[in-house]
């Protein structure tokens, strides 16, 4: 059996030793870049929830597309496109998981389906950064839907065909939750 050198175990032990803590730093970028995406996915839903308690104070309900209230679904449209735009940029950055995107993009396509949308877009379009403008003309599939100038009698009719639009931009039924 053959000795072996001395400095070469020594050699073999650093050289273990540095893939080692290679390893350990790429474990800890990977936890670094999973506690980002979990930190903007926080960001996210705090601006939603700032959005929804701004109705609230205000004495108006979230989804409320009643035509007196008009200005704050307009208003909620608008910082749609702000918050549409950050996410435009935070996925071209690599910092938004694909299945967060695809949600993003479905919303976008629900909320081209609205004429006030439309209106807001083509006001804002020139101000948007050109990628989102370019998501936002592609989500645009149907004729639009002006939930603010229909009286109570054509709501229901309206709303079915919403639901309608949506299954169609989904590409399949929504499934209900029980």
């Given at each position: 059996m053959k000795k072996v050198d001395f400095n070469s175990?020594?050699?073999?032990?650093?050289?273990?030793?540095?893939?080692?803590?290679?390893?350990?730093?790429?474990?800890?970028?990977r936890q670094s870049q999973r506690i980002a995406l979990a930190g903007q996915q926080q960001d996210r839903m705090a601006v939603f929830v700032d959005i929804t308690n701004t109705f609230t104070e205000a004495g108006i309900e979230f989804n409320s597309l009643e035509p007196?209230?008009?200005?704050?679904?307009?208003?909620?449209i608008h910082a749609s496109f702000y918050i549409l735009e950050n996410d435009v940029v935070q996925y071209n950055l690599g910092l938004m998981e694909e299945g967060i995107w695809e949600v993003k993009q479905n919303a976008m396509k629900?909320?081209?389906?609205?004429?006030?949308?439309?209106e807001v877009f083509n006001s804002r379009r020139s101000q948007l950064d050109a990628r989102l403008v370019i998501l936002a003309k592609q989500a645009?599939?149907?004729?639009c839907i002006d939930i603010a100038g229909l009286d109570q009698s054509n709501r229901a009719?309206?709303?079915?065909?919403?639901?309608?639009?949506?299954?169609?931009v989904s590409n399949g039924p929504e499934e209900e939750v029980p």
């Amino acid at each position: 059996m053959k000795k072996v050198d001395f400095n070469s175990l020594i050699q073999l032990l650093g050289m273990i030793g540095i893939i080692g803590s290679l390893l350990f730093v790429g474990l800890e970028m990977r936890q670094s870049q999973r506690i980002a995406l979990a930190g903007q996915q926080q960001d996210r839903m705090a601006v939603f929830v700032d959005i929804t308690n701004t109705f609230t104070e205000a004495g108006i309900e979230f989804n409320s597309l009643e035509p007196e209230k008009a200005y704050a679904f307009r208003n909620y449209i608008h910082a749609s496109f702000y918050i549409l735009e950050n996410d435009v940029v935070q996925y071209n950055l690599g910092l938004m998981e694909e299945g967060i995107w695809e949600v993003k993009q479905n919303a976008m396509k629900r909320m081209m389906g609205f004429c006030t949308a439309r209106e807001v877009f083509n006001s804002r379009r020139s101000q948007l950064d050109a990628r989102l403008v370019i998501l936002a003309k592609q989500a645009i599939i149907n004729d639009c839907i002006d939930i603010a100038g229909l009286d109570q009698s054509n709501r229901a009719a309206t709303t079915e065909l919403f639901e309608n639009y949506l299954r169609e931009v989904s590409n399949g039924p929504e499934e209900e939750v029980p």
